[in-house]
């Protein structure tokens, strides 16, 4: 409900009187005997995170306002600028009003409400939750005071362990625990959670998005690549310098600036540290830097030599003709100039011809011919394209969208080899003709009555030929990883409830290029596609399981394994895996979407080429 801000009655001059006669006004940070028998901030904020007065209700609360949200969760923040001796105790905390505060920044309030904790996206998310007072009543004391002094975040400050073991008595999670702000990075901002912060110039890890934030880091040098980014390459590191940035003052007011992976962030941003939905520790700038462009570059993988196949895999993100032309006509020069015009390439997420309208429509020919088309306008090649069209709404996605994988090839380079028969339901398989392994349908699809392809995309393999040798290309767009539980949890580990369906995705793929490889051992097969997990994950382990397959971006230094970037993390999603015949290739991860403000998706492209 709105705030009650008391206006300046006799009784409220009395107050101030005697806060004038302590010292209170005028940027004091005096107190007055009745406030310091109050409960203060850090009393509510504890030293867990969870309030121990949650549910109860405090009376005048003393503080100035830092921050001051009139958008979305409107509300604000206020801090005692007499911090006690704890640094497990935050001295801010948020006021949530419901409606456009009146209260203004510098103002000094004593606020009555009750004490709780919110969880942004609900308890189902996992997310810690947010310590507030709700149901405010206000009383604004004076006007115009200085801020209590921004606590500096800093390489030095935060600690290189991201989080403490949850407490299996409680289901792994954190929020009973004693923080320990010097030992973990979690605790650390959670000791922070509410106040007023500050960094210095710090580096983009994460673009600006369409929400309007990005994400710095303050450790110049964790897990950092030459253009910029932060890596992420274990369940145990986690990169604990990043932080996401979002601005209290309106976009109408002032835009918020664009920015690159690798640009920087200059000069100081400073806000109250907020937690919510969609990152986590949240620094809320009140005042906000300045973005120096790096000039960073989209890169260009080399062409092909005669000899050599060019396979790729792109995930294109909902592509239908009701898409503006200036997407088709960026990501057409996309694989014109920046993937070199691939012989085989392997895209994910084709929707039908109507896209998300629900009406029934499963083909996807209008969608495919519009993107050959601006590919051969871009000055590409005339490619031709196999695909198999979905049931209707059976494959995940956006509904009435019926994503699907496609082959596209170049005809000039490369031959399928059409086998008949294969639709939504029809597994193909794998027989041996004249000593080598041929595939009952191409293009087919793989086991598609395993459960583990319910209400996701299903694999399409198609047999190909160059320069006389037989290639199989298995395109896939595992499960997402939605419903996982985000990085800052409070259960710790996090719950990945997603990886159990890619598991058995990945166990489906690797039974079938096992068969693939029992009629002939030296057959080459390319896995591709929109793997949604790491490199080091058990979906990986699965689909290489027995040597079946090798994860080809295990090829390129640590420092330059991604082709996604979340929450200022650098990592994989997309992946093509290699049979063992093909022992020699290069490899090319080509970065032109996911570390940009401007995107034509947010994956970037992957490339193989090898000699067959």
Known sequence: ???????????????????????????????????????????????????????????????????????????????????????????????YTGSVPTVAVG?????????????????????????????????????????????????????????????????????????????????YYESLEGSNVRIGTSRVVGATDPYAELWVTVKPWENDNHRGGTVYGSYSSQNTGRLQIQSLTPLAEKPFPDANVGDMLAGTTEGPLDFNQFGGYTLTARTLGTVVDRGLERERTRPQRGGELAVATYNVENLDPSDPQEKFDALAKAVVDNLSSPDILALEEIQDDNGAKNDGTVAAGQTLKKFTDAILAAGGPAYAWRSVDPQNNKDGGEPGGNIRQVFLFNPERVSFTDRAGGDA???????????????????????????????????????????????????????????????????????????????????????????????????????????????FSATTKALTDGGALYPAVRSLPRSERYSYVYQGNSQVLDQILTSPSIDDFSYDSVHINAEFAEQNSDHDPQVLRFRP
Request: aromatic share 6%.
């Open 1 to 95: 409900m709105p705030s009650s801000v008391v206006p300046r009655t006799p009784a409220v001059a009395a107050l101030v009187a005697a806060a004038l006669a302590t010292g209170l006004l005028a940027g004091s940070t005096g107190a007055t005997a009745a406030e310091t028998a109050q409960v203060r901030i850090h009393d509510i904020q504890g030293t867990t995170r969870t309030s121990p007065l949650v549910g109860r209700q405090v009376t005048d609360v003393p503080g100035i306002v830092t921050g001051v949200r009139t958008y979305g969760s409107r509300g604000f923040w206020f801090q005692d600028p007499q911090a006690d001796d704890d640094a497990a105790t935050s001295e801010g905390v948020f006021v």
């Open 107 to 187: 103002d000094r309030v004593l606020v009555s409400g009750t004490v709780g904790e919110y969880i942004p996206g609900g308890t189902s998310s996992g997310n810690q939750s947010l310590t507030q007072i709700a149901k405010p009543a206000v009383t604004v004391v004076s006007q115009g005071n200085e801020l209590p002094a921004p606590v500096t975040v800093s390489a030095a400050s935060v600690p290189a362990e991201y989080a403490p073991e949850g407490d299996p008595a409680a289901g792994n999670s954190i929020n009973g625990l004693a923080l320990r702000p010097r030992t973990y990075a979690l605790d």
């Open 425 to 535: 339901t029809t597994a193909t398989g794998v027989v041996r003709e004249h000593g080598r392994a041929a595939l009952t349908l191409s293009p087919g699809r793989i086991d598609p009555a395993n459960s583990a392809w319910e209400n996701s995309r299903k694999p399409l393999a198609g047999q190909f030929t160059f320069r006389g040798r037989t290639v199989f290309v298995i395109a896939n767009h595992f499960g997402s990883k939605g419903g996982d539980e985000g990085l800052t949890s409070h259960h710790q580990p996090p719950n990945r409830s997603s990886e159990a369906k890619r598991l058995l995705q990945a166990q489906s793929v690797n039974a079938f290029v096992k068969d693939v490889l029992k009629a002939d051992r030296k057959a080459d097969v390319v896995v591709l596609g929109d793997i949604n997990d790491f490199e």
